[in-house]
């Protein structure tokens, strides 16, 4: 299974390997304990361990324990499995979407207090997941989003909407991701198609965009699951267009690869990790802290600088400059996944996505 | 004195036994009472006793994706098998010292894991880096193109995986081929073609089809080449099992089409043994 790890939800080890502390200096040691935080390991777990856990630590004098998070899901199992035994295998964590929907219907995280995260007013609603009752239980962390990527030699001009996908002269050119759940093809198909993403509310919406998506089938050359070997087939012009991660093409782009990502003028694909504490962590306090650092613009703009990620806070309150900001987001509305539908109707979904993919 | 001997026997079959039961049979219990499991209200799965998922594999979709899983990984038996036998054969006519030094090249392939199998015949399959260059070179073809993903590059990847397990289950069959049987019918004018033909296959007849079954069991596992070699239409059951596995999380739904793919198993073991398996 190594092979179809990815970067974001997939890559995490299954081991976790929370033993690393940071190397920061011994004065800053504090009283109390490091708390544990879980980041999606690999690429990001060492970019924080270099760039944002030693920034928290000297604003705040917390020490953090670095936690690589592995699958979604089975760091929700992890978690869920650790409350039964009233422990939490981090303290605080990021976690994607869906697994994150998951894990509030099972009232597997805590309730934040909000009077204890100011910065929360920094960050759009749509960044604030909130349990029924209004209470907060996630908060945006990280951003990144899947545009439409062009291999330049072999496609000069590059497309500027998502409807390329569908013209008959791309026909096996296209790579897409394998997934309902990490392609998120059902809102751009909506979005595209059908004027947004309120036509997925329903059963008979939802499969009136699969009769839609199912045209770009015969154009797929590759339904992939690892982004490593689409890469490859992208640089290489093997497969010349298809949706790839915004920040990794800027950095193919960026060592000399003929790789161009453009954001469709229906918006990219906006997908985000959010903190989530679960219920039995300790260091309550330390982590409102930590979240709190997180959403400060600083921070933000941290990230962006050096891990390449979306902010999750408004961009007027940062200090990018214009190239920086676009390096990492665009100014049109992107397309929001809607991971709701993927657990209400998970299983239709998946079937009817199999299916369809097959040809 | 006989019941004494079984008794010992017995006894010293205690600590495997608890070893297979602890390893094999539990978790096979326990993914048999998974695929029977029934959702909670939040989203979850409890013990109990549900025929859903099995429900849910029984349409069209996934009955074929069964169904092509079984003939692929026969036809990758059939072809491996035809590669590995006549090899072998030859290779037990060599002398010893060459004969191990074949062996350990061969055990040697096996470290070789599925994934960089995989990824190794992607490289050589694609239209920048492999096979179809060489074509051009040659003048076969015009234009350098892709062979992956399809179901040729699928096939070709797997046969390669399972060439080498072919040849190590048929070795000690035809090393132990008595060579007499092979002379008489050369004595008697049968020429060395009619002589593979009608003494030794008939006499390994065993080995070769347990080898067969073997593999077959071996490449319905495979995850990987079916996923990064071929498309959607190529992917096998396994790779469906490990989608609802690990992405959708859909454990109850996974553990119940491991249940059919234990079941495909079972019954290709028992029904070759009992159809082919006799002795001749």
Request: proline share 5%; aromatic share 12%; hydrophobic share 45%.
């Amino acid at each position: 299974m190594k092979s179809t790890f990815t970067r974001r939800r997939f890559m995490g080890t299954a081991a976790a390997t929370g033993v690393a502390t940071l190397a920061a200096p011994s004065i800053l040691r504090a009283a109390g304990e490091p708390i544990k935080v879980g980041t999606y390991g690999g690429f990001f777990e060492s970019s924080f361990k270099e760039f944002i856990f030693p920034e928290f630590t000297k604003a705040t004098g917390i020490e953090v324990n670095s936690v690589a998070v592995p699958t979604g899901e089975t760091w929700l199992v992890q978690i869920k499995n650790a409350a039964r035994a009233k422990t939490a295998p981090a303290d605080v964590s990021l976690m994607a979407g869906i697994p994150r929907n998951n894990g509030a219907r099972q009232k597997l995280f805590q309730t934040l207090d909000e009077s204890k995260l100011p910065n929360l007013k920094n960050m759009p609603d749509r960044f604030q997941d909130r349990y029924e009752d209004g209470g907060l239980y996630g908060v945006g962390g990280v951003s990144w989003y899947i545009t439409l990527c062009t291999n330049s030699d072999e496609i000069p001009v590059a497309p500027e909407s998502w409807a390329a996908l569908w013209d008959s002269q791309y026909e096996g050119k296209i790579g897409l991701l394998g997934l309902a759940t990490n392609s998120f093809l059902l809102e751009v198909t909506a979005t595209t198609f059908f004027g947004g993403t309120d036509i997925l509310d329903t059963k008979e919406g939802i499969q009136k965009v699969f009769d839609k998506l199912s045209e770009v089938v015969p154009n797929v050359r590759l339904w992939y699951k690892d982004e490593g070997s689409f890469q490859q087939q992208l640089q290489d012009g093997e497969i010349p267009m298809g949706q790839y991660y915004h920040d990794v093409a800027g950095l193919a782009a960026a060592e000399g690869f003929p790789v161009v990502s453009t954001f469709p003028k229906e918006g990219g694909i906006l997908d985000s990790g959010y903190w989530i504490v679960p219920e039995y962590a300790n260091a309550v306090d330390e982590v409102h802290e930590f979240i709190n650092f997180m959403s400060t613009p600083e921070t933000q703009a941290l990230l962006s600088r050096n891990v390449g990620t979306a902010p999750v806070i408004n961009t007027d309150l940062m200090d990018l400059s214009e190239a920086e900001l676009a390096a990492v987001a665009s100014p049109l509305e992107p397309i929001i996944p809607r991971y709701d539908i993927y657990q209400e109707h998970a299983a239709w979904i998946s079937d009817t996505w199999n299916k369809m993919i097959a040809g | 004195m006989q019941e004494g001997t079984r008794l010992t026997r017995s006894i010293g079959l205690i600590p495997s036994s608890v070893m297979i039961g602890i390893f094999f049979m539990v978790p096979f219990v326990l993914i048999l009472l998974t695929s029977v499991s029934v959702p909670t209200a939040d989203g979850d799965y409890q013990l109990g006793f549900s025929l859903e998922h099995f429900d849910r594999f029984a349409s069209w979709f996934y009955i074929e994706r069964a169904l092509f899983s079984a003939g692929l990984c026969a036809l990758i038996a059939l072809l491996s098998l035809l590669i590995a036998f006549p090899f072998t054969y030859m290779l037990t006519q060599f002398g010893p010292r060459s004969q191990t030094v074949w062996l350990i090249y061969i055990l040697a392939q096996l470290s070789l894991s599925e994934v960089l199998i995989a990824f190794s015949w992607q490289i050589l399959l694609s239209r920048t880096g492999g096979i179809a260059n060489i074509l051009v070179w040659v003048g076969l073809a015009e234009k350098s193109f892709s062979m992956a993903p399809s179901a040729g590059a699928v096939l070709a990847a797997l046969v390669y995986l399972a060439v080498p397990f072919s040849v190590l289950l048929l070795y000690p069959a035809l090393s132990r081929l008595d060579r007499s049987l092979t002379e008489a019918a050369r004595t008697l004018g049968a020429s060395p073609l009619r002589t593979f033909f009608t003494v030794v296959v008939p006499v390994t007849r065993p080995a070769i089809i347990s080898g067969g079954v073997t593999i077959f069991v071996l490449t319905l596992g495979a995850i990987i080449v079916p996923q990064v070699l071929g498309k959607p239409e190529h992917w096998t059951l396994s790779v469906l099992i490990t989608d609802q596995a690990i992405f959708n999380f859909n454990m109850p739904f996974a553990s119940a089409l491991a249940v059919v793919l234990l079941v495909i198993s079972a019954s290709v073991i028992y029904g070759v043994t009992k159809f082919f398996g006799g002795k001749s």
